[in-house]
């Protein structure tokens, strides 16, 4: 009877260790909808294997109260091994053709997943980190409720 149960428990741990890494996600929610120009927006997010492949996106949760067209981004990403990556992003979270809000409408808000950095892999194990500035021109943004990152396990 013991054999069979250390046997059960052994393919248990062996099934599990097997599986591919979940989806990991973190949000930073802005107070009263509101981000501040200088306010930057940091994240850290553990990689336990080299070896996976991650589809990265940015998600950006907003209202109506967003004022003007696009959000102009920073976004540094410095993967365990020390390497940097930096880039622009404009999301147009209006249209440019009549000025309707752009993105999926959800409970109360509006949703733009974007992907960062397709099928991405990272040379080491350690913390990825993140770090988000607002470039927009206006000390404060209004209608910003949400911004975050969704690493996924790669299809390829």
């Known amino acids: 009877m013991r054999k069979i149960i250390l046997i059960i428990l052994w ?3 062996w099934l599990g260790g097997c599986k591919k890494q979940d ?6 929610q802005f ?3 509101v981000w501040e120009r200088f306010e930057f927006v940091n994240f ?4 336990h294997d080299a070896r996976q ?3 990265i996106y940015l998600v950006l949760r907003y209202n109506e109260s967003f004022q003007g067209r696009l959000l102009p981004l920073n976004i540094e990403m410095v993967t365990p ?3 940097s990556r ?3 992003y404009n999301l147009f979270l209006r249209s440019v053709n009549n000025d309707e809000i752009t993105g999926e409408r959800s409970d109360g808000f509006y949703e733009q997943k974007v992907l960062t950095h397709p099928q991405f892999s990272f040379s080491e194990k350690g913390i990825c980190k993140f770090e988000i500035e607002n470039l927009n021109s206006n000390y404060f943004t209004q209608g910003i409720l949400e911004i975050g990152f969704i690493l996924e396990p790669s299809s390829n």
């Open 11 to 13: 393919g248990a741990l």
């Open 23 to 28: 989806e990991h996600s973190q949000f930073h």
């Open 31 to 33: 107070k009263n909808g």
């Open 44 to 47: 850290e997010f553990p990689v």
């Open 53 to 55: 492949r991650w589809d």
């Open 81 to 83: 091994s020390g390497d």
């Open 86 to 88: 930096v880039k622009d």
